[in-house]
């Protein structure tokens, strides 16, 4: 289970984390257990001697499979695996073999354990059955508590071949196996895992961050989609970010024509944290909370990201236990839709721009999600998506948007190679005046009719 959650932690910087992802990698190490419990069972049929020998030979190519595992599936991308397709043959590729490998001694293990209690063989199984499902949970648990968001993807597969190989000792009688065969094997472990590359600038157990800086720009990077941007002079401080990307200038125009100089934001997504400090640094008696799940990503906008970092600096504050804290900026560490459930704090406006990856969270784009934000937020909602022009997800939120606003404002920017682009919403109770002008590349959209998503038939995530 470690080396399963590993495996969808990893694919991350190069295909996203979706349904469709986790999807891929359940199915196919599931489908590398049964093939290698077919085979284990083959092997178990064997003479003792050559059965121990080839569970020796299968735990150290599960060893030596686990820690090349990152480096395999970073050459495959850079030769060209792309898309659904290319994730799938990734996936296939890179964690199906080492999975029909670390189950292969499985049956062997079966068979030697009712061999140890001649007439309780029921029972034995069903210890043995236990005790895999224990070590199941057991491996889920250190995989997202502790081993990826302290030692990293990398690190982690590195550790699950370590343990492999640690089985080896107690593997024992039959044939010898080759020392020098094993001991090669335990220094490509180590080396994969103290010399090989990080697969993230920083990782916790719910984001993979790159920091990029092109000339006076400093990006943001999470899971291989660009999630903030803010410009930068060396040497100088702004009271702004310097918006760079433009659905945050649209979205940032919106919000400058709506809403007064006393507003009280709610940003569901912290992100960059861009527009709750252009918010600020424009209303100096406006009020923000930012939502984000996870505090890695404040922690390096902190680091990297100078205007944002600065007005954190002088106006955060945690807003977790609610309201009465000294700051305009309150930071509230926690998923989208349990701040919603939670809070009893209203607001004059809300945005809900958080994702993962290159898509929304499926619990923050329903009926019920939207029906909350009616109930705390008095005036108008920004929702910023990643879709295809006219897209499911852009359908799917326009429907649940008309159920609740009846003025509803819609533009698009420019189309990617990729066929995606950023679809924007603001939604209000009273008429939207027109905006002056548009960023560049963005223009009005048309929104088909669709079924609005729920909690119970929602938004199934593309990458």
Not at 130 to 147: D, E, K, M, N, Q
Not at 258 to 269: C, I, K, R, T, Y
Not at 312 to 338: F, P, Q, T
Request: aromatic letters at 8%; charged letters at 15%; hydrophobic letters at 45%.
């Amino acid at each position: 289970m470690t080396y399963e959650i590993a495996a969808g932690r990893v694919l991350a910087p190069f295909f996203g984390t979706s349904l469709v992802t986790w999807t891929t990698v359940i199915a196919t190490v599931l489908g590398g257990f049964s093939l290698g419990s077919a085979l284990g069972g083959v092997v178990a049929e064997r003479p003792r001697a050559v059965a121990f020998r080839d569970i020796r030979s299968a735990l150290v190519a599960t060893a030596v499979l686990m820690a090349v595992s990152p480096t395999l599936l970073g050459l495959l991308h850079a030769w060209g695996a792309r898309g659904t397709g290319g994730m799938i043959l990734s996936v296939v590729l890179v964690f199906f073999p080492a999975s029909v490998c670390v189950t292969l001694p499985s049956p062997l293990l079966a068979k030697l354990a009712m061999e140890a209690r001649p007439g309780r063989e029921g029972s034995s199984l069903g210890f043995l059955l236990a005790a895999g499902s224990v070590g199941a949970i057991f491996g889920a648990i250190l995989a997202g508590f502790v081993t990826l968001p302290l030692i990293g993807s990398t690190a982690t597969f590195a550790a699950c071949g370590a343990v492999a190989l640690l089985c080896l000792p107690f593997v024992r009688g039959g044939q010898p196996g080759t020392p020098a065969v094993t001991i090669a094997a335990a220094g490509f472990v180590a080396f994969a895992g103290l010399a090989g590359s990080p697969a993230c600038q920083y990782e916790s157990g719910l984001s993979c961050l790159h920091v990029v800086r092109q000339g006076p720009e400093v990006r943001l990077v999470s899971d291989g989609t660009m999630q903030a941007a803010e410009r930068v002079t060396p040497g100088e401080a702004d009271d702004g970010t310097g918006l760079v990307l433009s659905y945050t200038g649209w979205l940032w125009a919106r919000m400058d024509r709506d809403l007064g100089p006393e507003a009280s934001v709610l940003f569901v997504g912290g992100g960059g944290y861009t527009l709750p400090t252009e918010l600020l640094a424009s209303r100096p008696k406006a009020q923000a909370v930012a939502v984000e799940i996870d505090p890695m990503v404040t922690k390096v906008v902190r680091l990297h990201m100078p205007g944002a970092a600065d007005m954190i600096a002088r106006a955060g504050y945690d807003a977790s236990e609610g309201e009465g804290a000294d700051g305009r900026l309150g930071i509230v560490h926690a998923d989208g839709r349990v701040y919603l459930n939670e809070t009893d704090q209203r607001f004059d406006a809300a945005v809900m721009d958080a994702f993962s990856s290159g898509s929304v969270p499926a619990h923050l784009v329903t009926r019920e999600t939207f029906a909350r934000l009616r109930e705390i937020a008095d005036g108008p909602v920004y929702v910023n998506l990643l879709d295809t022009p006219d897209g499911p997800l852009a359908r799917g939120v326009h429907a649940i948007l008309r159920e609740f606003y009846p003025h509803i404002e819609a533009v698009q920017g420019r189309v990617t190679a990729g066929g995606r682009t950023n679809i924007l919403f603001a939604a209000s109770l009273a008429p939207l005046e027109p905006l002056e002008s548009l960023p560049d590349g963005y223009g009005p959209t048309q929104i088909s009719d669709a079924r609005a998503f729920t909690d119970d038939r929602g938004w199934v995530g593309h990458r």
